[in-house]
């Protein structure tokens, strides 16, 4: 898939899903040095994922109903060197927790940097809609969790 196809599948998929502001999209020149993963399930729906340069896996989202889609997309970012990633604190940390990632950070959520299309009624079941940003790493053991103060400081706990 084209760095081009893959920028417009992510925008598609995640602004049609009810809770796609989680997920952050990239332009086709953004994704210029990262690996590209595409899975498409029996129905011809996508599961996208990539890994970034620094080894971040990014922009994982699925169209699919299929939740081995997602397990196989996530296995295929392991051995392609993810080993580090960052989420809002829904339904997410849990789902990664479940596959082998470790929460090594937590930044409080600061509204001036929310995603446009951030709902602070749809997250309010999350921290009144502002939900941390939890730093995991993929494969660590578990040890104490530290309160960052700057994106960088979750990014530098990670790399």
């Not at 084209?2 to 598609?12: A, E, G, I, W």
């Not at 999209?25 to 620094?54: G, I």
Request: charged residues 25%; proline residues 4%.
């Amino acid at each position: 898939m084209t760095r081009q196809n893959y920028s417009y599948h992510l925008d598609r998929i995640a602004s049609a899903h009810k809770f796609g502001a989680c997920v952050a999209r990239f332009s086709a020149e953004e994704l210029k040095d990262h690996q590209l993963f595409s899975l498409l399930d029996h129905q011809c729906r996508f599961t996208l994922a990539a890994v970034s340069p620094t080894g971040e896996r990014v922009a994982v989202v699925s169209e699919s109903q299929d939740r081995h889609q997602l397990d196989r997309i996530l296995e295929m970012t392991i051995a392609a060197g993810a080993t580090w990633g960052n989420c809002f604190d829904t339904i997410l940390p849990a789902l990664y927790r479940a596959r082998g990632s470790v929460e090594v950070a937590r930044l409080t959520f600061d509204d001036e940097f929310a995603p446009d299309d951030w709902s602070f009624d749809l997250y309010r079941p999350w921290n009144d809609g502002r939900p941390d940003i939890v730093f995991m790493q993929i494969g660590g053991t578990a040890g104490p969790v530290v309160r960052v103060n700057t994106y960088a400081e979750g990014v530098a706990l990670c790399v």
